[in-house]
Every structure is written in C-alpha cells, then in structure tokens.
C-alpha cells in the first residue's frame, strides 16, 4: 500500500500511530496536567442548557461571532484571533502553512511530546534546543541565525514547568527583527494563566509572533477540545484560508460562549492551583527533595515515585530517560498524597486565596510627565502650516481636550482644522469655550484628515519635547506594590522619548490602531491579560481614560478595577455609577498614598 502514500511515509516500520497506554479504571489523573474533575457547577448548568435549545443537525455557525467577542476580550485587533479545535492543531495548521519540506522548527529538549509528530507531518526537520528546568534562549538563538524557518517556544514549559519573562523574547525579538528572513516565533502558551505574565504584548511589536493558547488547561476544556491563536491579521487570514470549515461543533462553540460570559469561577480555580502548588513546593523542598520552579498546573520533582503513587491509586507521570516524574495539581489530595510519599505534609489552604499581583496602569501625559506645553505648541505649530488663518488662541488646546475623544493630539489638530473649514458658526463654539460638537459626518471627515495632522503634528513634535519635565521617578513607582505597566495615546517613538524623560522603561500599550487607540478599553484589556490581573489600578487625566476603564469593567465584571483621576481636570470626571473606586488628587506623586492602599490589598 506505500505506493499510496508520501515518500517519507512508505516504511511501515517508522511510523507508530498513538495509541492510548491502559489505565485501570479507579486511579487519580494527575498524570495528564488536566484541571479539577469537571467544569464550576454554575457554568456547567448553563452549558447543558444552552445544549437543549440547538439543533444538532445544522451545521455549526457561530464561530466568527465568537471569535469576535474573544478579540474585544483580549483587546486585540479584528482578525488577529483564530479558533481552532484544540492548540495542538493550530500548531498543525502552522507547520503545514510555514514550513517546506526540510525546514527547520526548533523546539524544547524537554519539550511537549507533540511537537515531533507535527513537525514530521509537515516534512519539517526537528531541531531539539536543551533547555533543561529553566529554559536558556541560547539555542533558540542559535537556531535563529542558523536559518529555522520556525521557533517553538513553550512558556511555561512541559514537563518542567520552567518560565522565563516575556522580556526574555523580547530580546531575542529584537535580534530576529534585524534579520533579512526573520523565523516565526511561536510561543506555546497552554498553560500561560498559571504564570506571572504572558507574551501577549509581543504580538502588536513584532509581526513574526504568534501566540498559541488552549482552553483545555485553565478552563477545564480538555474533553471539548478548543484551541486559539493571536497574531499579525495579515498572517492568521492565511491560516484561516486551511481551516477546514465547521471544524469546530457546536457543543466547543456554545462552551467558550458560556466561559466568556462567566469567567470568574474558572479564573477562581487558577488561583486555587496557584496556592496548591506553592503549598507543595514549600513542603517538597523543606524536606529536602529537589523540585523545578514551576509556573504551570503541575511540578517537576525528582527522585520519581510513580510506583509507590500508583499503588496508593495516584496515576502521575514518569519521564523517560529522567529520574523525575511530572505531578498535576487538580485536586487537593493529590498534593497531600504526593507529599506524603516523600515524608512530609501538605499544610493546610489558607483561608483567603492568594490573587495575582495588582496592576498599576499609568498615563504618560499629565501623570508621569507634563507635557501640555509641548504637545500645545506643536499643535500652534501644525495648524499654523494647516490652517494658516485659523485665529489661535491655547484656550483653544483646553476647551478641545475636555471633549469625548480628543484626547489624541493628532485628533484634536483634525478637528480643528474641520472645524474651522466648517465655518465661523461650527468653530465658534470652541473659540468661546463651550466645546465641540461632532456627527457621524464630522467624525469621518476628521478621520480623514488625522493623517496629514500627525505628520505635521510629529514633526513639530521632536522640538517641542524639550518643553516636557517628568512628574514621577523610578523611586516613586519603587513605593507601591505590583506589577506597573503603561498604556499611552503616544506612539511606539514617542513612547522612546517618553522614556528618556523619565529615566525608566516600563512595559507598555501604545496607539497602533483602532484596537488599542486610547481611550478605548483595548489597551487594558491587553496589559490585564498580559499580566493575568485580577486588580487593575488605572491612573488618568481625562474623562476619556475614565471611560476607557468603565469599558474593560464592563467586559471583565469579575476583576477589580480602579480608577485615579489626577491633573486640572480631575473634578470634570465622574465617578462610575457602577460603583468602582475612582480616587482623586492633584498629582500622581499626591496619589501615592491612596493608591498603596488599594494595592496592597491583592498584593503578595
């Protein structure tokens, strides 16, 4: 029968289809980094629910719907984002959209034991990096300048759980990015909720990124098999085009419904596992035994143990060629069970779970630096080439920032500029101080007119910038507790200049588009999901960053969120009437106080 198959598939002797080992019924899974038994009881009943009403015999249509609302959650752009059923076959649909016969993909040693079988399947040339427990990128550059066509990266890592910051890829990033033919970097990210922080910031800078999740792990999924992707919408279009269509059922389809609709109790269950594992940890390595630092739902300990366990009805995973095996942490007595067999004993849950470190979000402009005089007189300067007889005043800059959207300094130099083409009755509003008002019709003509004014804007930009003085210091932020990151209406090159005024860098949302143009809520929904939030602290000026976070409060009810209005304006931001914290205070340093206290609060 070989005539019938590929070259590489004729001999009978290489190939060995999986075949499910035997496993007696009765034993403990905590071989297979699956979560809890079952879904949270309250989802569950509201999936069988919704599975009474559909009709099994029409095909299944809701996939963009849902790949829609999965983008907004994400705050990533339209069509960055592909279903697919399970991540294991995303990383199919990669190889055979990436790779040509003989192409290189470098991959963890030890890694998912997945990764050979795809690779092969799409005729490619394994390339096994060492990374051992801690996962070195050393070979994964190496393998970059040596001409892999791809580069798995699983973070964290199975079966050792090891995890590196996505700083980490960012510098390997920026090597690959100076490249003629720079590789894909895939980064494996299934068990990217029981770490510190995801590589999501990674896909809006660098094009050649795709992260790949499942929702087998965290959401408790597995037997649904439901995967997704995030990268450059130019890329995934074309992997869409292999999708298979009606590739995912119905039942997998109507679940990631229910899940976006009730997040909390699955979020609930990480943070459980998060506890157990440091628990176990603690008691593995107060008695001596060596375990690998994990960021995921399982532990790496060595010396095994895998049949004195099953002997007590715990199935775990014994590694091949290792003196280690790999242990899930899904039910609680399984780690006390594990515990025990190396002589020493779980402590018992803490009353409160610990949460994810809290998430300070600042504003670059009127929080971490002044820089109204700059960005007024680079506006004076544009209108003055754009609008020559456009009668200036600066009252004008402050009567325009005070309206919904004009936030944006490109923005409002559009604006403008219609307004006073519109005429001496559309402009004279804003001369008096009472503000604009704009239409459908206004809005789309100011768009069009945003190019020209950042062009000019920009330019005059880069001499104005002397103008701007910092507000706070990496002292400062060194105060409050968490994880601090930026989210700006600035550009990736004025985010640059930014930092040279400050002094320090933080991770950061720019606007690059449509989906993360502040002040929409994409941008914290980016950094909540990059950081695995459960609190996130919002520092503003404007009544457009207020509004911003009552829009990623509205789409993740469950987080915490709060809102520090800072700056003249402060007084001119109301607060929500849906009863989120809003502070208020004439500078970010004047804050700090109040904003520790909140932090504290879900701190570590």
Request: a negative charge; charged letters at 20%; aromatic letters at 6%.
């Amino acid at each position: 029968m070989s005539q019938h198959l590929r070259k590489d598939l004729q001999d009978a002797a290489a190939q060995a289809p999986y075949v499910r080992p035997h496993e007696p019924a009765g034993l403990v899974r905590a071989h297979m980094n699956e979560m809890t038994g079952d879904w949270p009881a309250g989802p569950k009943a509201k999936w069988l629910e919704a599975l009474r009403t559909i009709d099994m015999g029409v095909y299944p249509e809701s996939q963009g719907e849902l790949t829609a609302r999965l983008e907004r959650r994400l705050g990533a752009a339209a069509g960055s984002v592909l279903l697919g059923p399970s991540s294991g076959a995303l990383l199919d649909l990669l190889a055979l959209a990436g790779l040509d016969a003989g192409d290189v993909v470098a991959v963890p040693e030890p890694g998912f034991s997945l990764y050979p079988l795809l690779v092969k399947r799409a005729q490619g040339v394994l390339r096994r990096v060492p990374v051992g427990t801690v996962f070195p990128l050393d070979g994964f550059f190496a393998a970059a300048r040596e001409g892999a066509k791809q580069l798995w990266i699983t973070l964290p890592n199975n079966p050792t759980g090891a995890w590196i910051p996505p700083a980490r890829i960012d510098e390997l990033c920026l090597e690959i990015a100076s490249m003629a033919r720079p590789p894909l970097v895939v980064v494996d990210e299934a068990y990217a909720e029981f770490a510190p922080e995801t590589a999501r910031l990674l896909v809006d800078r660098f094009d050649f990124v795709v992260v790949v999740r499942t929702f087998s792990k965290a959401l408790g999924s597995a037997g649904l098999r439901l995967g997704y992707l995030i990268g450059a919408p130019a890329l995934v279009s074309r992997l869409a085009t292999l999708q298979l269509p009606y590739s995912i059922p119905v039942p997998s389809l109507l679940a990631l419904s229910v899940a976006l609709d009730d997040p909390a109790p699955f979020e609930a269950a990480v943070e459980t596992t998060l506890e157990r594992r440091a628990r176990l940890v603690a008691a593995l390595r107060g008695a001596g035994v060596e375990v690998a630092e994990s960021a995921a739902n399982f532990v790496y300990v060595a010396p095994e143990k895998a049949a004195e366990l099953r002997a007590q009805g715990l199935l775990v995973r014994a590694l091949p060629g290792t003196t280690a095996m790999r242990v899930s942490l899904a039910e609680e007595a399984t780690a006390a069970a594990v515990a025990k067999a190396y002589g020493t004993t779980l402590a018992a849950p803490p009353g409160e779970v610990r949460r994810h470190a809290p998430l300070l979000v600042l504003d670059i402009d009127g929080v971490l630096i002044e820089a109204e005089a700059s960005f007024r007189t680079a506006v004076a300067r544009a209108l003055a080439e754009l609008a020559a007889d456009l009668p200036w005043d600066d009252r004008l800059f402050r009567t325009m920032k005070r309206a919904p959207g004009m936030n944006n300094d490109f923005r409002l130099t559009a604006a403008l500029m219609h307004l006073w083409r519109a005429g001496q009755a559309r402009f004279a509003p804003v001369a008096a101080g009472t503000g604009p008002t704009f239409d459908e019709a206004d809005l789309t003509a100011i768009e069009a007119l945003v190019p020209e004014a950042a062009a000019r804007v920009a330019h005059h930009y880069e001499t104005t910038q002397a103008l701007e003085a910092a507000l706070a210091t990496a002292a400062d932020l060194a105060e409050l507790p968490g994880t601090h990151a930026i989210y700006t209406g600035r550009n990736v090159h004025e985010l640059g200049l930014a930092a040279k005024i400050l002094g320090f860098q933080l991770p950061a949302v720019v606007d690059r588009g449509a989906h993360v143009r502040k002040p929409a809520a994409g941008g914290l929904l980016q950094l909540r999901d990059a950081f695995r939030a459960t609190s996130v602290m919002f520092v503003g000026d404007t009544r457009d960053d207020a509004a911003a976070l009552r829009a990623a409060q509205a789409e993740l009810p469950h987080v915490r969120f709060g809102f520090c209005a800072v700056g003249p304006a402060r007084e001119e931001i109301v607060p929500s009437p849906d009863g989120h914290a809003t502070l208020s205070f004439p500078t970010f340093r004047d804050a700090k106080p109040a904003l520790a206290a909140w932090l504290h609060r879900d701190a570590r």
